[in-house]
């Protein structure tokens, strides 16, 4: 009963966000090594923001006055760059290349 009440709540505990449901479809599709090779993907992405974060947190904090604004409209149209690739972006018809290349199922599923 320990390890019934366990698994649930690891199931509750665990938030199943878009990531997460693209590692599941994705090992359901193309199997375990499919699913763990994007799970690493999406892990060493999120690994190398935090990096980067914390990385360069000291040394924005000291340009922070000077480069405020400039930042504020580089992120902006960062931003808008992004929206606009994502819709003009057509629709997956089938499987796409990563269900079929192991190595293209690495990279951060995003970009």
């Given amino acids: 009963m320990f390890w019934q009440a366990a698994w649930i709540g690891i199931a509750i ?7 997460g449901l693209l590692c ?7 199997g375990p090594r499919l ?17 980067s974060g914390a990385w360069g947190s000291g040394f924005a904090m000291q340009l922070a006055g000077a480069l405020a604004r400039p930042l504020g409209w580089a992120a ?4 808008a760059w992004l929206g606009i690739a994502t819709l003009r972006r057509p629709a ?18 995003c970009c």
């Fill in 13 to 19: 505990a665990a938030p199943v966000g878009p990531i």
């Fill in 24 to 30: 599941i479809s994705r090992t359901l599709r193309g």
């Fill in 35 to 51: 699913g763990l090779a994007t799970g690493l993907g999406a892990a060493s992405a999120d690994g190398l923001f935090a990096l």
């Fill in 76 to 79: 902006c149209l960062l931003l």
């Fill in 92 to 109: 997956a018809e089938g499987r796409d290349d990563a269900e079929r290349h192991l190595g293209k199922a690495y990279p951060a599923p």
